[in-house]
């Protein structure tokens, strides 16, 4: 099942075609996908650039095409002589800020064409490397598969948007001189969303339960809590006082602004002396 196909089994359990999500999921993941729907479909662009958790298992001793279990393999290399503290070394070099190159099966374009899409028509692709935050990857389990010539690495990823965990095994298995992909993912958090939250869609089919507005925002932006006066006027999209003035909030962060019966009202950025609204929610 891919990510699209989740979004049409909601538009139909929802009744509403205004639908969408918030970062894509790999067909062989598993875990959250934030789904926003009518209103909330706004705050998805704000909630995709936001770190993300992955467990998964790395496979040292093949590669294959994808950099996961989903392509064909295209090389074997006995893993038997790696230790568990190569593996350690290795893993410590792919913490922090690294430089990474995406997967070449991967939706990024390339001269107009997505990149696996060129790789299916038989192209060679090379895809530039772009800043990634490694926060955290620690390993949970080494086991030693097939008298020891296959290692399986369970781990823990905490990364930047944008960080591919399939070119973290293949670098790691490069790393290494045995080769490396991704054999299991599954995303445990987007953000302040946690896999405890999560419904499944057969649970959804059940009762049809959602995150409320308020409290999906109020998780992940800054609060600040508006007088009537100042919710009316940015119902209008008039400015107010700064947030700056009343809470500690960095420059050009986004903060929410809740009416004073806790109804959403409008997402404010600080433009000098004033709170400028970038999406309003409360109709005029």
């Not at 093949?62 to 989903?70: K, L, N």
């Not at 038989?122 to 895809?127: C, F, S």
């Not at 009762?207 to 209008?236: C, G, M, Q, Y």
């Amino acid at each position: 099942m891919t990510s699209h196909d989740v979004v049409g089994r909601i538009r139909r359990l929802a009744g509403t075609r205004k639908v969408g999500h918030a970062g894509t999921l790999d067909p062989m993941a598993t875990g959250v996908l934030v789904i926003g729907i009518n209103k909330a479909t706004r705050l998805l662009t704000y909630i995709v650039g936001h770190d993300k958790t992955y467990t998964a298992t790395i496979r040292l001793g093949q590669s294959t095409v994808t950099d996961d279990a989903e392509g064909d393999i295209v090389s074997e290399r006995i893993a038997a002589a790696v230790t568990d503290e190569d593996i350690e070394r290795e893993v410590a070099k792919l913490r922090g800020e690294i430089q990474q190159v995406p997967s070449q099966v991967s939706a990024i374009k390339v001269d107009g064409k997505r990149s696996y899409a060129r790789v299916r028509a038989g192209e060679q692709v090379e895809l530039k490397s772009r800043p990634v935050t490694i926060k955290r990857f620690d390993i949970h389990e080494i086991r030693r598969e097939n008298g020891g010539k296959i290692l399986d690495v369970d781990v823990t990823v905490s990364c930047t948007s944008g960080t591919y965990i399939r070119a973290l095994a293949r670098d790691l298995g490069e790393a290494l001189n045995v080769g490396g992909h991704l054999t299991a993912l599954r995303r445990t958090e987007v953000g302040p969303y946690k896999i405890k939250l999560t419904r499944t869609l057969e649970q959804l089919a059940q009762e049809f339960e959602i995150l409320p507005l308020e409290k999906a925002a109020a998780a992940i932006f800054p609060n600040r809590t508006v007088s009537v006066d100042e919710a009316v006027e940015l119902s209008f999209g008039r400015p107010i006082a700064a947030s700056a003035k009343t809470m500690d909030v960095p420059a050009g962060e986004p903060v929410a602004a809740f009416a004073p019966n806790g109804v959403l009202v409008a997402l404010l950025e600080d433009k000098g002396d004033k709170a400028r609204t970038t999406l309003v929610f409360t109709a005029k």
